[in-house]
């Protein structure tokens, strides 16, 4: 029977009653957070900001930009977006109780949280302890209700013994999901081919590492890693970053956002045509954020290309494209009625519905109307894995 079925002869076991559990949230810390996060010798160095008339400035490492506020326009009429602003503009979602008001408000029970570091910074050490102090202040946060609020560590990835060190990290702060750059960094870390005029270079590079680098994450090298989440089944996400949008720049904004998406089919296909899957054949990669309408096409496609192309290439996996895009490569998608139709084909299966609160494709306050939406004759029990119980088995929550 179809939801709309359902709301018509059953109103007690309708969509207003299915649990939402939103596989891509953000959390957005307070400006203040890394003066209180950083070790000691380093608090001085963290942004400060100024008040100014048309917008706020952030401060940071002798340079003063303007705030920019596109990440947080909850509750914001579309026609009054605005990519910069004042800190008194924003959408309160900085403390436990205000996130999970907000929850409340939106009907989602559980959220899993993105976002928030590290730094955009030159100066090395700042950065690798910037990725540190997010994820504490991360830990802490969810403390306030570890059923509801689920966080997903950050890591870098210019250094494979650094990376499995803050991973431990990560987990000892009981973290369980953590979030790496589509491709791996430069060795500084910071140097990208990945530039957006908005994004300082840095975090820029926590998202999207070097896409030009040599080094692909197939390679023997990042093995020690992969064992290292494995062996703790640790959930693998990346947030966009196959292509970093011009945010702020109209001109670009747009098409580029569209790019966002589609670009991360690269990564996933590097890793499955490089057989990081054969080796690894419990790992999950969760590629967030990205729409999920064109990943069954994807498969096809690479389908019928590795059918193909495979022996003149040396491409020697064990199974098709579409075997390890359904047994290890997860999307979320925050209204994608396209990608609900494709549910049951090979690429599609493994869907994931969000909120993106509080960015500006946000569905919050009703995204329980946005699910009405996409979810248009569904049969309930498809429903309920798409909005609740597939994002709870690849984030492991209770």
């Not at 998608?333 to 509080?358: A, C, E, K, Q």
Request: with cysteine; net charge negative.
């Amino acid at each position: 029977m179809s939801v709309t079925e359902l709301e018509k002869h059953s109103p007690a076991d309708s969509l207003a009653n299915i649990r939402l559990t939103d596989a891509d949230a953000h959390i957005d810390p307070p400006h203040h957070f890394w003066k209180e996060y950083l070790p000691a010798h380093l608090r001085d160095l963290a942004p400060v900001i100024e008040e100014g008339e048309e917008h706020d400035w952030v401060v940071f490492e002798g340079k003063r930009r303007p705030l920019f506020i596109l990440n947080n326009q909850a509750g914001r009429s579309d026609r009054n977006y605005k990519a910069k602003g004042k800190l008194a503009e924003l959408h309160q979602t900085s403390t436990p109780a205000q996130r999970l008001a907000d929850m409340d408000r939106d009907g989602v029970t559980t959220a899993i949280l993105f976002g928030g570091g590290p730094l955009g910074t030159s100066n090395s050490e700042l950065y690798i302890e910037s990725f540190r102090a997010y994820n504490r202040f991360l830990a802490d946060f969810c403390a306030a209700d570890p059923k509801r609020l689920v966080g997903v560590a950050y890591l870098p990835m210019r250094d494979v013994n650094e990376t499995v060190s803050l991973l431990r990290e990560a987990i000892a702060l009981g973290h369980r999901s953590v979030n790496m750059p589509a491709f791996p960094q430069a060795a500084d870390g910071i140097s990208t081919s990945a530039k957006a005029g908005n994004i300082q270079m840095a975090a820029g590079a926590a998202l999207a590492g070097d896409p030009s680098s040599t080094d692909f994450y197939w390679q023997p090298v990042f093995e020690p890693l992969w064992r290292e989440i494995v062996d703790n089944d640790i959930a693998v996400t990346f947030h966009l970053g196959g292509r970093l949008p011009r945010f702020g720049e109209p001109q670009h904004f747009l098409p580029d956002l569209l790019m966002s998406k589609l670009a991360m089919a690269e990564p996933v296909a590097m890793a499955i045509f490089g057989g990081l899957f054969d080796r690894f054949p419990t790992m999950r990669w969760g590629i967030i954020e990205s729409g999920v309408g064109w990943m069954s096409w994807a498969t096809d496609y690479m389908d019928k290309t590795w059918e193909k192309q495979r022996f003149w290439s040396g491409c020697d996996i064990k199974n098709p494209p579409s075997h390890y895009m359904d047994a290890n490569i997860w999307g979320s998608f925050i209204h994608d009625r396209t990608g609900v139709l494709n549910r049951n084909l090979p690429g599609g299966r493994n869907i994931m519905w969000s909120s993106d609160y509080p960015h500006s494709e946000t569905c919050w306050p009703n995204s329980r109307g946005s699910i009405a939406h996409d979810m248009q004759d569904i049969p309930l029990d498809d429903v309920r894995q798409i909005v609740d119980l597939r994002a709870r088995s690849f984030f492991r929550v209770d």
